[in-house]
């Protein structure tokens, strides 16, 4: 079967940095995308990831390692809006994408 | 820029109504989807469309159709409501390809009793 892995909750501390973590065992893969979610709101795309390495863009970074399945976003500088859901997305061999549960990320003062 | 709009936000349906969920997109998106987000569950794709005219199933398709008149819009019907339905529905667009980011609406709230 296909699966994604994320954490359920963290909790970080405004100013600090975080990273969220996401396995994934699918059939095949075509890239991995990170999702926002603010609680009652639609999902907003964060990065796309196919090749290994660290992808920056601002206060955010994604990583990639396809031989070991597995991702992580990180978050610098943490603000009180950054409190959402994030939610990791893999493209499978069928280009079918298959989402994770989210990590519910709560940031305290 | 309105981006992707669902019709309406909220709704609660009897057990065996049926409705539709209207979605449009101004973006000229070529490709168009259907989920629906349960809690502790990731986002499962229910139909999807890569243009007008054309429609396929995703990985919950039963209980639901859709169908993609206009380029600009995708509906999608439920028959028969049933409780295991309730749920949030999402309408997300993208541009043609499979490596697009996906452009969400904000959702629509669906109770069935």
């Known amino acids: 079967g296909q699966n994604i892995d994320q954490p359920t909750e963290m909790t970080a501390t405004e100013g600090a940095i975080v990273q969220i973590n996401c396995t994934y065992q699918?059939?095949?893969?075509?890239?991995l995308f990170w999702y926002q979610q603010h609680a009652g709101e639609a999902p907003t795309f964060l990065s796309y990831?196919?090749l290994d390495g660290l992808e920056e863009k601002g206060r955010f970074s994604s990583f990639l390692s396809r031989s070991k399945g597995y991702s992580y976003l990180l978050l610098k500088e943490l603000q009180m809006k950054d409190s959402a859901s994030y939610l990791c997305?893999?493209?499978?061999?069928?280009?079918?994408?298959?989402w994770g549960a989210g990590t519910k990320l709560i940031i305290k003062p | 820029n309105a981006g992707v709009t669902q019709t309406p936000k909220f709704r609660v349906l009897k057990t065996g109504q049926s409705m539709t969920l209207l979605c449009a997109q101004d973006?000229?998106?070529?490709?168009m989807y259907w989920y629906r987000q349960d809690p502790g569950m990731g986002l499962r794709l229910i139909h999807y469309?890569?243009?007008?005219?054309?429609?396929a199933k995703g990985e919950v398709p039963d209980g639901y159709n859709v169908s993609r008149l206009k380029k600009q819009n995708f509906l999608l019907g439920l028959e028969s409501a049933a409780p295991s339905q309730t749920s949030v529905y999402f309408c997300?667009?993208?541009?043609?390809?499979?490596?697009?980011?996906?452009?969400f609406g904000d959702g629509t709230r669906l109770s069935i009793l």
């Open positions: 990831n196919v």
């Open positions: 997305a893999v493209l499978d061999s069928n280009y079918q994408l298959i």
């Open positions: 973006m000229n998106h070529e490709y």
């Open positions: 997300a667009s993208s541009e043609a390809g499979d490596n697009q980011p996906q452009h």
């Open positions: 469309s890569v243009g007008e005219g054309t429609t």
């Open positions: 699918t059939s095949g893969f075509n890239g």
